[in-house]
């Protein structure tokens, strides 16, 4: 096996804080590969459900929709995603993310630098 495959069949999933209806599995990280400037997940997220009004101070995120779609919201600024769409959130920016599709979204999440769902690194 190779330490830079990862295979998300074979990652645990669990409930991110600030969110609802949400499992994510962190597949590039520190644990998984070793890496140390980004971190890499995938989410799939419940029909109304998603990320609560939140912050990421002294961290960007991207998130790329592969499937569903999704209302989005940076400072009062609306819009929504289709699969092949993805949205970047800069530092400081509080944002929601809300999947409107029937069927659960599945999006592509990266940090840099890693998130590693610490709590202090959010702002509510």
Known sequence: ?????????????????NHTGT????LISQE????????????????NQGALPHAHPDL???CYLLSGSADVEMDG??????PGDCCYF??????????????????????????EEKPERVIR
């Open 60 to 62: 960007e995120q991207v």
């Open 90 to 115: 800069p530092p400081y920016k509080k944002h929601i993310f809300t999947v409107t599709s029937e069927e659960p979204a599945r999006v592509l999440i990266i940090y840099s630098p890693p998130y």
């Open 1 to 17: 096996m190779h330490k830079w495959i990862v295979k998300e069949n074979e990652i645990e999933g669990y409930s991110p804080a």
């Open 32 to 47: 998984t590969v070793g890496a140390k400037h980004m971190e890499v997940l995938i989410g799939t997220i419940e029909k």
């Open 23 to 26: 499992v994510n599995k962190r």
């Open 77 to 82: 600024e609306k819009g929504k995603l289709e």
